[in-house]
């Protein structure tokens, strides 16, 4: 007789095998955020560029925001890049 095996991670028995992420939604969200995040990362580093030494917010808390939407934008282009990668081979 075999001994029982104890699972690495423990499952609730609700959620399926094999998930999937919804790659349509996935596609849409990217495509949707990916020039909003581009035109805030512009907006902001032309505000910090334009700030003066006296302005409320200052241009380090500008420059700040530009860089978070850079990243997210570098974020949301690799998503849509994996997401139309993957919907050619698999669909």
Known sequence: M??????KVWRSGTEPATAR????????LSVLFLPFFAL???GFAVWAALAGPGDVPGGG?????????????LVAAADLWVVVRRRRTEL
Do not use: H, W
């Open 40 to 42: 805030c990362t512009a």
């Open 2 to 7: 075999r001994r029982a095996r104890t699972p």
């Open 61 to 73: 808390t500008l420059t700040v925001f530009a860089v978070v939407c850079g990243v997210l934008t």
């Open 21 to 28: 992420t919804d790659l349509k939604l996935r596609f849409l």
